[in-house]
């Protein structure tokens, strides 16, 4: 019997399905709005994942999927939203959902052991070593820890800002931006502009393009916030490393995120900083869709993961217009 594996990264802007033959190539892809259930809750999660892959098995249910990974962002969900989609999916006959960081170390590691540290809105750091051991640090939410990540970078840009408001702090470039961003003359209005908005969590994080910015401008005040955001990621890192059984040789650390993407030079800078205290890293940034990581793990898991296989999910998804 034909096997189909499926492959499913549930973002909070998209949900991307890719479906394969039991040789590693692929046959479907599918498009469907967010389905991160921290964003959009678990029904329309269930509905979006499960148009996705309606579209990319070509609109016929009547197709069995054999083996499918879902990636979603989060984990309080995951057990709630696991069962909702096999009662849900009655055309997939094995289904598991994992934390996304797990399906992008996959597409970055080809399956292989190694770190991942996706620094975006928030923030993870999590290794899968030799022993197939799971060693994590941070990426525990925005009340706790969030390493590295745009919402810590644009929550010191706002504080440096209140301290100048209230007279504790001298002005700087940096200031001066956020003030015009959020159209705020006051502690008050600065507030206002944060608490009444749609997400106050989104719009602290989008303060950290200007703090990134700014720091490769040169200004003093954006260059501490960077350097320290750097130092934390790195020593997080370093944390999982240290608690994982790695063999001698190089260890990959795949990259992943909007602030690793949006500026070169918050990369590079993470990148020499680890380099210099950890020789034997070899950071990379992510160069396939999460998906693919997703239907690694799929095959993996249905136990028909080899070389050939590798060869043929990369070599088709080049193919498509992913």
């Not at 100048?164 to 600065?190: G, I, Q, T, W, Y």
């Not at 370093?238 to 063999?247: A, D, N, P, T």
């Not at 040789?249 to 918050?266: A, D, E, N, Q």
Request: charged letters at 25%; one cysteine or more.
């Amino acid at each position: 019997m034909l096997k189909l594996l499926a492959g499913v990264d549930g973002g909070g802007s998209k949900t991307l399905a890719l479906i394969a033959n039991g040789q590693g190539r692929i046959i479907g892809k599918g498009l469907a709005g967010p389905s991160n259930p921290n964003v959009v809750g678990i029904k329309v999660s269930v509905k979006n994942i499960k148009s996705a892959l309606i579209e990319a098995l070509g609109g016929y249910q009547s197709k069995r999927i054999n083996v499918a990974v879902f990636g979603v962002a989060g984990s309080e969900a995951r057990d709630e939203l696991s069962e909702r989609l096999s009662k849900t999916i009655d055309f997939v006959e094995e289904i598991e959902v994992v934390n996304d960081s797990f399906i992008c170390l996959a597409a970055g590691t080809q399956g292989r052991p190694g770190v991942v540290v996706i620094a975006g809105t928030g923030s993870i750091i999590l290794a899968v070593d030799e022993e197939g051991k799971v060693i994590r640090a941070g990426g525990w939410g925005y009340l706790l820890e969030d390493s590295g990540s745009a919402l810590q970078l644009g929550r010191k840009a706002a504080m440096e800002t209140l301290r100048f408001l209230e007279k504790r702090a001298p002005s700087s470039k940096l200031v001066e931006k956020v003030l015009k961003k959020l159209n705020a003359k006051s502690v008050n209005d600065l507030l206002s502009s944060i608490y009444n908005s749609e997400s106050p969590v989104s719009k602290i994080a989008s303060l950290a393009p200007l703090v990134v910015e700014l720091s490769e401008e040169g200004d003093l005040v954006a260059k501490r916030i960077v350097n320290e955001a750097i130092d934390e990621l790195v020593s997080c890192v370093l944390s999982v490393i240290s608690r994982s059984r790695f063999s001698s040789g190089h260890i990959p650390v795949v990259l992943s995120g909007g602030v690793f993407r949006g500026s070169s030079t918050y990369l590079n800078a993470f990148k020499l900083k680890l380099r210099k205290i950890m020789p034997r890293v070899e950071p990379m940034l992510l160069e396939l869709e999460p998906a693919i990581g997703a239907l690694i793990l799929a095959f993996k898991k249905a136990g028909l993961l080899n070389n050939e296989v590798l060869f043929a999910l990369i070599e088709s998804y080049r193919k498509m217009e992913v």
